[in-house]
Structure formats: C-alpha cells, structure tokens
C-alpha cells in the first residue's frame, strides 16, 4: 500500500491561498493517478480535483481556484488553492489510484489514502 504524506493545512483567511503537498512512499509513484477529496463537519467525503495522464481534473466549485500538479522527481502532488472560501474549510485528503480504473472523481476509484490534513478558512 502507498503511503501518502500531507503537510501543508491550516488556518488561511477568506481570499487567502494555500498550497497542500502529498508526498507517497513508491517510487512507482508517477504511474499512479493522483487525486485530492475533501470533507466538511457532517458532510460525505466529495472530489477536488485529480490528475491523470498529465490531464486534470477538477470539481466544478474548485475549477479557476485550484491547481493540482505533480513532480514524479520527488513523488509529490500539490494542490494550490486560491480565493479561499469559508465553505472551503475541510479535512483535506490526498488519493493515489494503484490500480487503474476508468474514473477518477469518486472514492471507489482511488485504493490509498492519506490521513488527512484540516484546512480552515476563517478571518
């Protein structure tokens, strides 16, 4: 199993920016499909934004304010977000898809996972 490593939350104000970082464990790190899921207090888990392929992905409330990007020399995804919401505030995590599969936005289509990181945006 991949093991996913995310520093990088915490506490940003509305209109601030913030960049996670997920570090895996595998060298074979830049076959995998990456992905970033966020979940909100009493909320499912839902999809930000993913990148396959060298193509990403991304939700439709994070599309203009987030990037997602990798750097296979360091086995790390990074997700910048921008323009930060108070309804961005999660528990942010990172997924690598070990086994491929055809889809790339639900939690079926991710096998690992990291531990999570708390984002919150707040004045």
């Known amino acids: 199993q991949v093991l996913l490593g995310e520093p990088g939350g915490g506490l940003v104000q509305p209109g601030g920016s913030l960049r996670l970082s997920c570090e895996a464990s595998?060298?074979?790190?830049?076959?995998?499909?990456m992905g970033w899921f966020r979940q909100a207090p009493g909320k499912e888990r839902e999809f930000v934004a993913a990148?396959?392929?060298?193509?990403?992905y991304y939700a439709e409330s994070m599309k203009g304010r987030s990037t997602i990007s990798r750097d296979n020399a360091k086995n790390t995804v990074y997700l910048q977000m921008s323009s930060l919401k108070p309804e961005d505030t999660a528990v942010y995590y990172c997924?690598?898809?070990?086994?491929?599969?055809?889809?790339?936005?639900?939690?079926?289509?991710?096998?690992?996972w990291g531990q999570g990181t708390q984002v919150t945006v707040s004045s």
């Open positions: 997924a690598a898809q070990t086994t491929p599969r055809f889809g790339f936005s639900t939690l079926t289509d991710f096998d690992s």
């Open positions: 595998e060298r074979t790190f830049s076959r995998y499909a």
């Open positions: 990148i396959r392929n060298g193509v990403t």
